[in-house]
């Protein structure tokens, strides 16, 4: 059974950054998406980031209109681990954050992840 395990939230002021991490355990996928989700209270959990891994090689990678320039997903060497860097934070960042994965996939559709991790809050404060 796959599972996935975030972290790297925490809090920090506005304009500064983070780097969350999400580790992949017990997959054997060649194909598959890993996506960055977010949750703010009160509002609708959105698709933040997304990348295709097609047998370890990362690729299609798409952001949401609201990080782009500011956000970086990442996929390790290892194939084992995910990462989000994320830049110029401001305060509509904050939120719960959730990496997420779809295998033995051959594109990344916001709505066909299946597989969550249990989340990480990122905070800023202005």
């Known amino acids: 059974q796959v599972q996935l395990m975030e972290s790297g939230g925490g809090s920090v002021q506005a304009g500064g950054s983070l780097r969350l991490s999400c580790a992949q355990f017990?997959?054997?996928?060649?194909?598959?998406?890993l996506g960055w989700f977010r949750q703010a209270p009160g509002k609708e959990r959105e698709g933040v980031a997304s990348?295709?891994?097609?047998?370890?090689?990362?690729?299609?990678?798409t952001y949401a209109d609201s990080v782009v320039g500011r956000f970086t997903i990442s996929q390790d060497d290892t194939i084992t681990a995910m990462y989000l860097q994320m830049n110029s934070l401001n305060a509509e960042d904050t939120a719960a954050y959730y990496c997420?994965?779809?295998?033995?996939?051959?594109?990344?559709?916001?709505?066909?992840?299946?597989?969550w991790g249990q989340g990480t809050q990122v905070t800023v404060s202005s």
């Open positions: 997420a994965a779809r295998y033995s996939i051959r594109a990344c559709h916001w709505d066909e992840f299946d597989v």
């Open positions: 017990g997959y054997t996928y060649a194909r598959y998406c």
């Open positions: 990348l295709y891994s097609d047998f370890g090689t990362s690729s299609a990678t």
